[in-house]
C-alpha cells in the first residue's frame, strides 16, 4: 500500500492547482534521503514498483503539458477549479474539475463556455478497497475518457476497471444530474487511487 499512497499522492499532486515539485530521487520512490555524496539509487528501478513510479511520473509530467486545464489559469482558483465532492467522508472520495478558464490564450475565444475538451474531471478514492457503482458528477455529455487512472498495471498497481467491460470509456448518463452537475458516469473507484477524465 506504500507504493499505492504514493501514485495516489504524486498524482494528487500533478492534478490540483499549484506547482510541481519533487526532491532529487522523489520520481524513483527513493527511500533514502538524496546526498550530495552519491548519485541518486538508480537500482531501484530494477524493481517494478519503483518503475512503475517513474512510469507514473513521466506519465503525470506529459498529461500536465499537454492537458492547459490541469495548469491555465492556475493563479486564477475561481475560474480554473471547481469542487464536486469534498465531504464525502463515509467513503474518502474527494472529486473536483478543472477547465480552462475564460480569457486565456490556449481557450477556443469562439467558444463562449467551455468546450468539453477544455474540462478534465478528476476523482481520488484514498482508501484501500474498490468502490463499485460510484457515481460522479459530469459537466458534459458523452463518452469520457480514462486520462490517468495511478492503479493501473503499468504503474505497479492493482489493475481495477474503471468500466465493467475493462474499456476506457464512460458514457455519461443523461437521466441522472449528479453533485451540481447536469450529467453523471458510473464507474468502479479503484483502491488508493486518483483517476482523472475527459471528454
Known amino acids: 500500500q506504500r507504493f499505492a499512497n504514493l501514485r495516489a499522492l504524486l498524482a494528487w499532486q500533478w492534478v490540483h492547482p499549484g506547482r510541481q515539485l519533487l526532491f532529487m530521487g522523489g520520481e524513483l520512490a527513493q527511500e533514502q534521503e538524496w546526498s550530495h555524496d552519491r548519485e541518486l539509487d538508480w537500482w531501484l528501478l530494477q524493481h517494478p514498483a519503483h518503475l512503475g513510479v517513474r512510469t507514473l511520473v513521466g506519465d ?26 469534498a465531504d464525502d467522508r463515509d467513503h474518502s472520495v474527494f472529486a473536483f474539475g478543472r477547465r480552462i478558464p475564460d480569457g486565456h490564450p490556449s481557450r477556443d475565444p469562439a467558444a463562449g463556455q467551455p468546450a468539453p475538451a477544455e474540462v478534465v474531471v478528476v476523482v481520488a478514492n484514498l482508501t484501500p478497497v474498490p468502490r463499485p457503482g460510484y457515481r460522479l458528477g459530469v459537466p458534459f455529455e458523452g463518452d469520457w475518457r480514462v486520462l490517468l487512472d495511478t492503479d493501473a498495471r503499468r504503474y505497479g498497481g492493482s489493475g481495477h476497471e474503471l468500466v465493467p ?35
Request: hydrophobic residues 50%; aromatic residues 10%; without cysteine.
Open 165 to 199: 467491460d475493462g474499456g476506457a470509456v464512460l458514457a455519461a448518463d443523461v437521466d441522472t444530474p449528479w453533485q451540481g452537475q447536469p450529467f453523471s458516469l458510473r464507474l468502479t473507484l479503484p483502491p488508493l487511487a486518483v483517476v482523472a477524465l475527459s471528454i
Open 60 to 85: 503525470l509530467n506529459r498529461l500536465q503539458a499537454d492537458t492547459p486545464a490541469l495548469w491555465a489559469g492556475d493563479d486564477d482558483l475561481d475560474g480554473n477549479f471547481w469542487w464536486l465532492d
